[in-house]
């Protein structure tokens, strides 16, 4: 896993900031095992409301799809399974750990952009911005890449205000998981577990988007809060 040798002490840096990629012996390693969590993954079931399928198909125009940071593992199933995952791309943290999940995402077809709030962040959003031009879904976590859990920051906001195009909130939902340690408490399904998949999109046409930034990203929150299930949903 090897970084550039650039400096990456300032996140607004123009220059190449550091961005761990899984190489050498790590990407042998890495192949049989993205190979088995491709078998666990394809055991699980998902289901989307009949009222909500029709958000699933490609629209016009690109959207930003919007899940939680601690549904990660699921979310390049999802959008292999119920999207198009040779039109999305994902915007992944530059940091050791995000290098596994971004070779993942890889894996399965989905194109990765490295960057976060934190670490790489104006290039990765020009990348982003890019990759929706050409016409690309974008993907990004809107409480990542470190919390607080079921935060929903503004940048989102500003990004989707930014390429004027509506947010998919995506939301995979079962009783059957557990959840890791950590500050997402991260979502593992178990095997042959039924997802539940909540869907509902917010854009330009709706009467919030009227609003600033940081007041969108906290109805989108209730929004998303109110499609969540899980024992760590907090109401605002």
Not at 139 to 154: C, T, V
Request: positive net charge; glycine residues 6%.
């Amino acid at each position: 896993m090897n970084p550039s040798k650039q400096d990456d002490q300032d996140p607004f840096n123009t220059k190449r900031p550091i961005v761990y990629e899984i190489r050498g012996w790590r990407r042998a390693l890495f192949l049989p095992f993205a190979g088995l969590l491709r078998l666990y993954l394809l055991t699980l079931r998902f289901r989307v409301a009949g009222a909500e399928r029709p958000l699933l198909q490609a629209p016009p125009r690109p959207r930003l799809l919007v899940m939680w940071h601690n549904r990660g593992l699921v979310a390049p199933i999802v959008f292999n399974r119920l999207l198009q995952p040779e039109r999305i791309t994902v915007m992944v943290s530059p940091s050791k750990m995000a290098a596994w999940q971004a070779a993942f995402f890889e894996f399965l077809r989905v194109r990765v952009v490295r960057g976060s709030s934190t670490r790489r962040s104006i290039q990765g959003t020009l990348e982003v911005l890019r990759s929706i031009r050409q016409g690309q879904d974008a993907a990004m976590a809107p409480d990542g890449p470190s919390g607080p859990l079921y935060s929903f920051k503004p940048g989102a906001v500003a990004m989707a205000r930014k390429a004027r195009v509506p947010m998919l909130l995506i939301m995979p939902n079962t009783a059957r998981a557990c959840h890791l340690k950590g500050w997402d408490r991260h979502f593992v399904p178990w095997p042959f577990a039924r997802i539940e998949v909540r869907l509902r999109v917010v854009g330009p046409e709706d009467p919030v988007w009227e609003k600033t930034d940081d007041e969108v990203a906290i109805e989108l929150r209730r929004v998303c809060l109110e499609m969540t299930g899980d024992r760590f949903n907090v109401k605002p």
